[in-house]
């Protein structure tokens, strides 16, 4: 088992004296920030300047500047904008501000184990890479409690690499949770592969499917999309709570027996063997190849993708539904 980080473990002492330069203000990037500053840590927000992300960093009462001069003023650098358009941002922003010591923080590892980002040896590179989205960072925090977090070093050159890393994952609330140490490699592969085989793609399909499957038999998409797809939600919601015996536990006896017996039918060892083939792409570095070349093309087959998925039947059900439920406009 790795090593696991509480609060009583960990001290902000380090961040005293420190400027902080969040780098982005979108989910993330307000987030940690927000949490930062609450915990007594010095913020200063960098963003592209006149833009929305400008202004509510304003008015939210921080420190905003530009990205290179909020690096020029920051001792740790947060990197909290998107991973496909950190590179280009690094280059003309980040790096030529760096300054011998500095720390360089990012909450996913891609860009640094796929060396999209190369930093200089005179700083340290370290990951906070928070599991949860933004909002939720704030939530759980302002609750009095937070989310777990991994922490990785990638370039340790002031040899305080890891409790830069843990005092930021402390001032952000991550500690009260939990927070366990990893590498740049196991938590950029696991992302991937977790996000293909299971959060995004697997449970995607596995609703699609479902829902088509009940539509060809013939009952009613309304029906369909509330089996498959709303009371999903409410599985997870007990599953997160209490795990997968505790989520039995609140079902069924009838739910119980058919999902133990069925379940393993459905997906099956075939179903397991494609995630092993998904996850060898990711380890050799073919997903990202291709994810690169797709990205610089623009993105056209994304684009086609989400255009087909908008028009799914399931899609159009469920806009329907939500708007009924109140969950949309």
């Known amino acids: 088992m790795g090593r696991i980080y509480v609060d009583k473990d960990v001290s902000l002492d380090i961040l005293k004296n420190k400027v902080v330069a969040v780098i982005g203000y979108g989910s993330q990037g307000r987030a940690q920030a927000l949490n930062l500053r609450d915990s007594g840590v010095e913020v200063i927000v960098g963003v592209r300047e006149g833009g929305k992300s400008w202004s509510r960093a304003l008015n939210d009462g921080f420190k905003v500047a530009s990205i290179a001069e909020a690096v020029r003023k920051g001792d740790v650098v947060l990197m909290l904008i998107p991973d496909m358009v950190q590179p280009e941002v690094y280059s003309k922003y980040v790096k ?38 933004g909002p939720k960072v704030r939530e759980t925090f302002l609750n009095g409690y937070g989310v777990p977090a991994l922490v990785a070093v990638h370039q340790d050159y002031s040899g305080k690499a890891l409790q830069y890393a843990l005092a930021i994952a402390k001032g952000i609330g991550c500690t009260r949770a939990g927070v366990i140490e990893t590498t740049f490699k196991e938590e950029t592969e696991t992302d991937l592969i977790g996000e293909q085989c299971v959060l ?69 060892d075939h179903v397991k063997e494609n995630m092993k083939k998904v996850s060898r792409r990711v380890i050799n ?12 093309e623009g993105a056209p087959r994304l684009k086609a993708l989400m255009k087909t998925l908008k028009e799914h039947l399931i899609e159009v059900t469920g806009s329907n539904v939500r708007k009924l439920m109140g969950l949309e406009e």
């Open 96 to 133: 030529p501000n760096l300054r011998e010591g500095m720390g360089l923080c990012f909450a996913h590892g891609f860009n640094i184990y796929y060396k999209l980002i190369a930093p200089p040896e005179y700083v340290d590179v370290f990951m906070v890479a928070p599991k949860a989205p």
């Open 200 to 268: 995004v793609g697997g449970l995607m399909e596995l609703i699609k499917k479902g829902f088509e499957v009940l539509v060809e038999l013939g009952y009613q998409p309304e029906v369909a999309y509330f089996e498959v797809l709303n009371e999903a939600k409410l599985i997870m919601d007990l599953i997160y709570e209490s795990g997968l015996s505790g989520m039995l536990r609140a079902v069924s006896d009838t739910a119980k027996y058919g999902g133990l017996t069925v379940g393993p039918l459905v997906i099956d």
């Open 285 to 296: 570095g073919e997903f990202t190849e291709e994810w690169l070349r797709e990205y610089s």
